[in-house]
């Protein structure tokens, strides 16, 4: 797919949750998939590849590719699929822990079914349930599925007091968000051959900087960040990306920071995560190993 005007800038947004996702705003009148896929045909003609990133689960990435072959979309010319975990280490203040966000950007050359049996069933018998809930798991046991990703939110409502409930979010909101897993199993599952060479990893960079600098977390949080290939933010401006990339700078760490729309809401939202706020640029083809390749630092946000 190489430009014979040579590598060009195009957009890349490499996190946007459909209408699949587990957690999602997507209001509208009308059908909301119609509206999505609209949205996503309505986007400036610079954007180019988007990562689809429905945290656990592709089956908008799998919609997203049968609407491709119906002749839909037309104006974008990559998907990659993302699956985005919650590992199982922390950030934020005592009482109020906040999860590590940690993607995986796949090739779209593998096949979706490859990822959900050779990635995701791999990682299903290796998750935890976070500390205040960690009981829950001698009663919950089930694969991760909406169901039982509600099933389990609604174990945790249930848990605290009465007054407190109204303090949570729905039960497939809460399941998903204490589901994590851990860091080395997921590398090690990313080691299968199915997976060399295609896939990239990267973290949110909001939740890393929250996670404290001291004697017990610094080394971890270095290495964490270090580890990854690329690390994601959504800003509301040009200038807070700025102030992100060079507090990242000044801590020493990658700084390969790419800011993603983290889309949740439509075209039009007064909403920063919305589709089409995206302000990264890449020199390199619309592929997944155009990107992956020694031109990962080419880009530009604009």
């Known amino acids: 797919m190489n430009d014979t005007r040579g590598s060009i800038w195009r957009k890349w947004d490499l996190q946007v949750h459909t209408p699949a996702s587990i957690v999602n705003e997507y209001k509208t009148t009308g059908e909301k998939w119609e509206t999505f896929l609209e949205n996503l045909e309505r986007l400036p003609p610079e954007f180019s590849v988007v990562g689809v990133n429905d945290y656990i689960f592709i089956d908008g990435y799998k919609r997203i590719l049968d609407e491709k072959k119906k002749g839909r979309l037309k104006n974008l010319a990559r998907f990659l699929p993302v699956i985005e975990l919650r590992l199982a280490m922390f950030s934020g203040s005592k009482g109020h822990l906040n999860r590590v966000n940690y993607h995986v950007i796949f090739s779209d050359q593998i096949d979706p079914e490859v990822i959900e049996q050779q990635f995701l069933n791999a990682l299903w018998s290796q998750y935890d349930i976070t500390p205040p809930f960690a009981d829950l798991k001698k009663k919950w046991k089930a694969i991760p ?4 990703l509600k099933e389990l939110g609604q174990m945790i409502i249930d848990s605290v007091p009465r007054d407190k409930q109204g303090d949570y979010g729905s039960p497939l909101g809460e399941g998903f968000n204490n589901l994590t897993f851990n ?6 599952v990313l080691q299968r051959p199915q997976f060399e060479n295609k896939h990239l990893t990267a973290i949110g960079k909001t939740e890393w900087a929250d996670i404290a600098w001291n004697d017990h977390s610094i080394a971890d949080k270095k ?14 401006s040009v200038k807070d990306w700025e102030k992100a990339r060079d507090h990242l700078k000044a801590s020493g760490v990658n700084r390969r920071l ?4 983290d889309a949740h809401y439509f075209l039009g939202s007064d909403q920063k995560d919305r589709i089409g706020k995206c302000f990264t640029w890449i020199k390199a083809d619309p592929t997944f190993e155009g990107y992956s390749g020694p031109r990962i630092l080419d880009q530009a946000i604009s």
């Not at 290495?223 to 959504?234: G, Q």
């Open 183 to 188: 860091l080395d199993q997921i590398r090690e």
């Open 145 to 148: 599925t909406e169901a039982s």
């Open 223 to 236: 290495n964490l960040i270090n580890s990854v290939d690329l690390v994601f933010i959504s800003s509301a």
């Open 258 to 261: 790419l800011d993603c729309s």
